[in-house]
Nanobody
Framework: QVQLVESGGGLVQPGGSPRLSCAAS????????MGWFRQAPGKEREFVGY????????YYLDSVKGRFTISRDNAKNTVYLQMDSLKPEDTAVYYC?????????????????WGQGTQVTVSS
């Protein structure tokens, strides 16, 4: 079992730059691709971005490209989501997820483990 715990959410002003963290348990974290997803009220959960196990490759939802950056520190079993230039439409619960097989990409169904989520509210 892999446990994922997100942190770093909260109330942010438009244009703000919070960083979310996702801490993972277990010795195999460095072998997993990791994804970030979000779910706004009344909407389905959507893909935000992912990072390969090595950290060399990242991929993002078009609407967050150039504003969000995913990185990881395998020594700390942690993946990060740096969010810049936040907009009210970025308001959502943000989830990290682990892809143990490394093939899931943007597919929600391909992720094996999920965190509990952290709320990000963008409002002035």
């Amino acid at each position: 079992q892999v446990q994922l715990v997100e942190s770093g959410g909260g109330l942010v002003q438009p244009g703000g730059s919070p960083r979310l963290s996702c801490a993972a348990s277990g010795p195999s974290f460095r072998t997993y691709a990791m994804g970030w997803f979000r779910q706004a009220p009344g909407k389905e959960r959507e893909f935000v971005g992912y990072i390969t196990w090595s950290g060399r490759t990242t991929y993002y939802l078009d609407s967050v490209k150039g504003r969000f950056t995913i990185s990881r520190d395998n020594a700390k079993n942690t993946v990060y989501l740096q969010m810049d230039s936040l907009k009210p439409e970025d308001t959502a619960v943000y989830y990290c997820a682990a892809d143990t097989a490394g093939w899931a990409g943007s597919s929600i169904a391909g992720y094996d483990y999920w965190g509990q989520g952290t709320q990000v509210t963008v409002s002035s």
